[in-house]
């Protein structure tokens, strides 16, 4: 791992962000593998745990494999992991300072579930393994998408999805919403969108519509799933993607988890609760640099940090 880069003195409050499904590339992890054996025990664990090479499936590709749903979500915790267990073996941890809270987006939720030590790495990667069939599966019985609205006010937006049956799946930052719905619901709310002002859509690359309600088949299977898997209180409160709050019993985090499929994610309101919690230094872990970019959207003073760096 390379020194990390700074550009001023960090906080002593300081919140750890975990991505979500999109971030993935070929070649992810391969630099922290090679450098690191606390990283590689994570790669190792991943392999043994789902019983197939996904470190080769990181490292290697192909894309097209990488990509899929049900690979690309066990993929991103898996790095992201190997990423924080390297970052601890290296001191990087203490240099920063523990977590004052912890959030990840969507899937990184997940991972924040194992960096608060709420479940082991194996059970999580279980669970992250069935979210990721369930979704990909109930993409295929009713296809559906996802697109990112640029350049919109959030109240005329959710008027636009009322019109046309499709949702907020994600409100990231100021102006970029997400939003989910069958491929014709979804078409039609571009073209609404594009009507009042949008400054930009952008169709993502994702197998199905999701948090919204027609992830609703994936989430009997995810349930059993959870519920027979042991959760413990975490070290540290997860905000929680639903409300963008502070969750601190296990109990809870269950229910976050159930909700959050098909619920939106309010990542600008977890990140301004944090903020307004006096969080000044976010440490986005795992690959990728997406949420350092909508942090710093959402409040260009706080200080980001990306690991790796």
Known sequence: MKRLRTDKKGSEKVAYVFPGQGSQTVGMGKDIYNSSEAARKVFKTADESLGFSL????????AEQLNLTCMAQPAILTTSLAYWEANKEKGYWKQFGSPVYTAGHSLGE?????AA???DFPEAIRLVWERGCAMHQAGNQVPGGMVAVLGMEENEL???CRETNTDIANINCPGQIIISGSLGAIEKAVALAKQHGARKTIFLNVSGAFHCGLMEPAIIELNKAIESTPFRDPEFPIIGNVNAMPITRAAELKRELHEQ?????QWQKSIEY???????????VGPGRVLTGLIK???TGVYTIGMPA
Request: net charge neutral; proline share 3%; glycine share 2%.
């Open 297 to 299: 959207r959402i409040n």
């Open 261 to 265: 499929l098909c619920h939106c994610v």
């Open 55 to 62: 470190s080769k499936l990181c490292f290697d590709g192909p």
């Open 110 to 114: 997940y991972t924040a579930l194992v």
């Open 158 to 160: 959710r008027e636009i």
């Open 117 to 119: 030590k709420v479940v």
């Open 274 to 284: 944090m903020i307004q919690n006096e969080v000044s230094t976010f440490i986005e």
